[in-house]
């Protein structure tokens, strides 16, 4: 923005910032206008293919505005940083808005749509806006093909891929939770907002396998205290824990209670870890004694009261790893893919990804069954295409950028 | 226990920077070569402490909020040193050494030490490269954005002083983004979606866009410095929001990024 920009009436060409802020303000009225009377999250979404018509023709009018409008001002406009900072600035706005107020994936109307900003028009039209003028000023740069417009380019365009592929293909986006009983083929799902769906893949489990570290001990009281891993139960530990000390003075991991006494019960489906513990104060004088457990599908968890009133407790034990043997069936292909799904190794077949989601957590390794998030997510690959140019044109910046000295 | 050397090795660290700090403000030839060796020192034994830390434990120790932290401290101080060493830029060491002591202080007072135990979704090749990422780019941001908006309120500044911390937002900029998408890679692995708008993926957004805006605003505007001066440290708080400050906010209880504990 030059000098002379700064002291001109508003609306008067060349446009600099402050019609760019004040269009911004125009269209966030708009969206909230919109909001009231015709609320987003009421209107179908489009999908494939309508989805795919409605991306290719907003980039069709970016190219058309980009050859025959060049010459007028307001492209001129569109295309520089007086439209690309309010643009951000805008999206910036209803980030913050949704970076500060608790979201919730249903919500419409105003003020509704302020706690659901991603499915009302107060994120879609700050977001279009930007996607308008990163477009225009895109393109607008591509040409001449210098190293530091290809850098520009790069960023940019993909930039406005990830961002665009996100919005149109959103709809477009699976994602279910099927539970699978040991042995069981199950071919339905629950989806994100709790309906049973029925999937082209089905998944049979075959096997559910899970590690766990060693449970630990805490003391809940007005305030509580955790102790870390590094003990081995097994060694009879002295465990410090705020300003007690606790001696594991046996430790099973799989126990039956007999009594008030826990026995060794290796191999007992659904047995649980116990320990006995001797707790003293820091001098050394007996406070409490007997033996603490976590729940099991067939035991209450048992802890120790102290005469101090705060309880001492045996942690649900935390996974170290958990996985399942499945066979996963496509109708698409017929194909059929045996493999291990474990968590940070998904399993892929005809476009649908497969995750290790969860157990039955009281259960641990004897959970009878495995349950899995299933996502298919066609237009995934545009994104990561942009991704790869947000990637690309970030080394060609800082090669150009960063080592001039 | 490695973790149990912690106190007194951070205590070591920072009186070295601080002997640093001593000799570069005694503006000499000699004395800048004894704080140059005298931050290569500390800033080595904290580095060697990570190291021996990790083996100790097993696991990458990035899992906590004060394991952040220490890197952070880290990372200041190697960014300092090859900014004082490149540029020789006295303003940057010392907005750098303090920064990484101030991080270090705070690891002293709150030391939150969660033991070994690594869950299974941590457990992945891209854990590393994202909060190392992330963890250089804070290190770069936060000293480029102290130096600017030293550089411009001192006023007392000439043009290399200010391009300079300006070079390295770049940089910055360029590991935060490379951060978000190793995020996003690896979030499409472990949880299956890249993107989820979780708050702290939303405030990851936020500052990226605000360090747009800096570098925007430094290409296209750059007779403003003073705007640009008050966007980096308005950046710099929303970088510090994004790092620390999520669990004060009232979506907070929606984040499944909460450091572990």
Not at chain 1, 282 to 289: C, K, V
Not at chain 2, 63 to 80: D, H, K, P, Q
Request: net charge positive; hydrophobic share 50%; charged share 10%.
């Amino acid at each position: 923005m030059t000098k002379s920009t700064y002291n001109k009436p508003l609306w008067v060409q060349p446009w600099g910032f402050l019609e760019g802020f004040a269009i911004s303000l125009g269209l966030f009225l708009l969206a909230i206008m919109l909001e009231f009377f015709m609320p987003l999250a009421q209107l179908p979404k489009p999908t494939f293919p309508k989805n795919a018509i409605l991306l290719i023709s907003f980039a069709v009018i970016l190219f058309i505005i980009n050859y025959v409008f060049r010459k007028s001002k307001i492209y001129h406009w569109l295309a520089s940083v007086n439209a690309a900072i309010p643009s951000i600035v805008l999206f910036l706005v209803v980030l913050i808005l949704m970076g500060v107020i608790p979201q919730f994936p249903q919500g419409s109307g105003i003020p509704g749509a302020f706690l659901n900003l991603l499915g009302s028009w107060i994120f879609l039209i700050p977001l279009f806006f930007l996607l308008f003028t990163l477009g225009i000023g895109t393109l607008n740069r591509i040409f001449p093909f210098t190293i530091k417009n290809i850098v520009f380019s790069l960023n940019h365009l993909g930039l406005w891929l990830c961002l665009s592929a996100g919005l149109f293909g959103h709809s477009d986006k699976i994602e279910a939770t099927v539970q699978v009983n040991h042995n069981d083929v199950v071919w339905y799902g629950t989806s994100t907002l709790g309906n049973h769906i029925e999937l082209p893949i089905a998944i049979e489990l075959q096997k559910f396998m899970a590690e766990f570290y060693q449970p630990r001990l805490a003391l809940f009281g007005e305030k509580s205290f955790s102790a870390n891993h590094d003990y081995d139960l097994t060694r009879n530990p002295e465990i410090k824990v705020d300003n007690l000390l606790v001696c594991i003075t046996s430790y099973l991991p799989k126990a039956y209670p007999m009594d008030s006494s826990y026995i060794d019960a290796r191999g007992v489906p659904f047995a649980g870890p116990a320990a006995k513990v001797h707790v003293l104060d820091l001098s050394g004088n007996s406070i409490a004694q007997g033996w603490i457990s976590n729940q099991t599908r067939i035991t209450p968890e048992k802890s120790i009261y102290l005469p101090d009133g705060r309880l001492l407790r045996l942690l649900p034990a935390e996974p170290k790893y958990f996985g399942s043997n499945v066979k996963v069936y496509s109708k698409a292909s017929s194909s059929v893919i045996q493999g291990t799904v474990e968590v940070n190794k998904p399993i892929r077949i005809d476009g649908w990804w497969i995750y290790q989601y969860s157990y039955d957590n009281i259960a641990g390794t004897d959970s009878t069954y495995s349950s899995f998030k299933v996502i298919y997510d066609p237009w995934m690959p545009l994104v990561y295409i942009g991704f790869a140019m947000i990637l690309m044109g970030g080394i060609g910046m800082a090669i150009i950028y960063s080592l001039k000295r | 226990m490695v973790w149990s050397f912690f106190v007194p090795a951070a205590l070591v660290v920072i009186a070295l920077w601080a002997l640093s700090l001593f000799f570069v403000f005694k503006d000499s030839g000699r004395s800048y070569a004894f704080s140059w060796y005298s931050a290569l020192l500390s800033t080595t034994i904290l580095g060697l402490f990570i190291v021996f830390y990790w083996l100790d434990i097993n696991r990458p120790p990035m899992r906590t909020m004060a394991e952040t932290r220490i890197w952070y401290s880290f990372l200041v101080g190697v960014v300092s040193l090859c900014v004082f060493k490149l540029y020789r830029s006295k303003n940057m060491l010392v907005i750098g050494l303090i920064m990484a002591s101030v991080f270090l202080i705070v690891d002293i007072v709150h030391p939150e030490y969660h033991g070994k135990f690594l869950m299974p979704a941590l457990q992945s090749p891209w854990f590393i490269p994202h909060v190392v990422s992330y963890m250089l780019a804070y290190a770069l941001l936060a000293s480029a954005s102290l130096a600017v908006a030293w550089s411009v309120y001192t006023k007392g500044s000439n043009d290399t002083e200010f391009k300079q911390p300006m070079n390295l937002t770049y940089l910055g900029f360029v590991l935060l983004t490379f951060g978000m998408l190793l995020g996003a890679f690896w979030a499409k692995i472990a949880w299956g979606n890249y993107w989820a708008w979780d708050p702290k993926e939303v405030w990851a957004l936020i500052t990226w866009f605000f360090y747009l805006l800096v570098i925007h605003v430094h290409l296209y505007l750059p007779s403003r410095k003073e705007l640009l001066a008050r966007l980096m440290i308005l950046s710099l708080i929303v970088l510090f929001i994004t790092w620390l400050g999520i669990k004060y906010l009232p979506s907070a209880n929606q984040s499944i990024h909460v450091y572990g504990g």
